[in-house]
Nanobody, 116 residues
Framework: QVQLVESGGGLVQPGGSLSLSCAAS?????????MAWYRQAPGQQRELVAA???????NYADSVKGRFTIFRDNAKNMVYLQMNGLKPEDTAVYYC?????????WGQGTQVTVSS
């Protein structure tokens, strides 16, 4: 059974930075398996923040382009999200997701709060 464990959330002031980490286990992960970060703010639908499908292929939500970076370490089955220039509207629960064998798996989420 695939398990994903996120870490690195917290409270940060506007303009600050946070780095999220996600450790994946329970399966053989191929370098081109999609690994992604989503977020969900209160009262809103879960949305894609950033995705990495291996081989340097990434895509980002327009709202985070130029501020967030997703990268992965295939040897460690890890995916990261570096968030810079954080804004109050980035406040949400952030979820790690991996697509393996046609199935999507999710972590438990980590809270990111951007506030002064």
């Amino acid at each position: 059974q695939v398990q994903l464990v996120e870490s690195g959330g917290g409270l940060v002031q506007p303009g600050g930075s946070l780095s999220l980490s996600c450790a994946a286990s329970g399966s053989i992960f191929r370098p081109y398996d999609k690994m992604a970060w989503y977020r969900q703010a209160p009262g809103q639908q879960r949305e894609l923040v950033a995705a990495n499908t291996g081989g340097g292929n990434t895509n980002y939500a327009d709202s985070v382009k130029g501020r967030f970076t997703i990268f992965r370490d295939n040897a460690k089955n890890m995916v990261y999200l570096q968030m810079n220039g954080l804004k109050p509207e980035d406040t949400a629960v952030y979820y790690c997701s991996v697509r393996v064998g046609g199935n999507n798996y999710w972590g438990q989420g980590t809270q990111v709060t951007v506030s002064s």
